[in-house]
C-alpha cells in the first residue's frame, strides 16, 4: 500500500453477502486479469504466422499475374517488394510483441503486482499496435500493386 492510502482510514458502513450476480462479476474480473498477457501473447503469436504466410501469398499472385520475362525498373521494383518486406518487418514487431517480458515483483506487495501486470500489457500493446499498422499499410500497398500489375502483359 502506498503511504497515503495507509494514512487514509476505512470506514465500514453496511456488511452484506455477495449477490450471485456480484460473484459472478467478480468470476469474470479475476478472468479478464488472469487473460489479459496470455491472450495479448496469443494474438502476437498468430500475426508472427500471418505476416509469414503473407510474403509466399504475395509473391506467388505476383508470379501468377505478372509475365515470365518482365523486367521492372528500379522505382517499380521497390514499389513490387515493399508489401514482402513490411510483412518481414511486422512478423519481427510481432515477434518482440510475443517475448516473455522479465519483471521483478513481490507477490505479497499488491501495487507490484498491478504495476508489473500494467507494465506488461503497455509493453505488448505497443508492439500489437505498431505491427498492426506495418501489416495493415503492406496488406494496402500488396493490393495496390496487385490491382495495378493485373493487366501488364
Not at 489479459?36 to 501473447?41: D, G, K, L, M
Not at 515470365?68 to 519481427?92: C, D, H, R, S, Y
Request: net charge positive; with cysteine.
Amino acid at each position: 500500500m502506498s503511504k497515503t492510502a495507509a494514512k487514509k482510514a476505512i470506514e465500514v458502513q453496511e456488511v452484506s453477502l455477495l449477490s450471485a450476480h456480484s460473484e459472478a462479476l467478480i468470476e469474470i474480473g479475476k478472468g479478464i486479469v488472469k487473460d489479459s498477457v496470455t491472450t495479448a501473447r496469443e494474438f502476437c503469436k498468430s500475426m508472427i504466422s500471418t505476416s509469414t504466410g503473407a510474403i509466399p501469398i504475395y509473391l506467388g499472385i505476383l508470379t501468377f499475374i505478372l509475365p515470365n520475362k518482365f523486367e521492372l525498373g528500379v522505382p517499380a521494383g521497390v514499389t513490387v517488394a515493399a508489401p514482402a518486406v513490411g510483412f518481414l518487418i511486422a512478423a519481427i514487431i510481432f515477434t518482440f510483441g510475443y517475448l516473455p517480458l522479465a519483471d521483478k515483483f513481490s507477490l505479497d506487495i499488491i501495487e507490484e503486482i498491478q504495476n508489473a501486470l500494467e507494465k506488461n500489457l503497455a509493453y505488448r500493446k505497443r508492439f500489437i499496435w505498431y505491427g498492426l499498422g506495418v501489416f495493415i499499410v503492406s496488406t494496402l500497398l500488396a493490393i495496390y500493386v496487385i490491382v495495378i500489375n493485373i493487366g501488364v502483359k
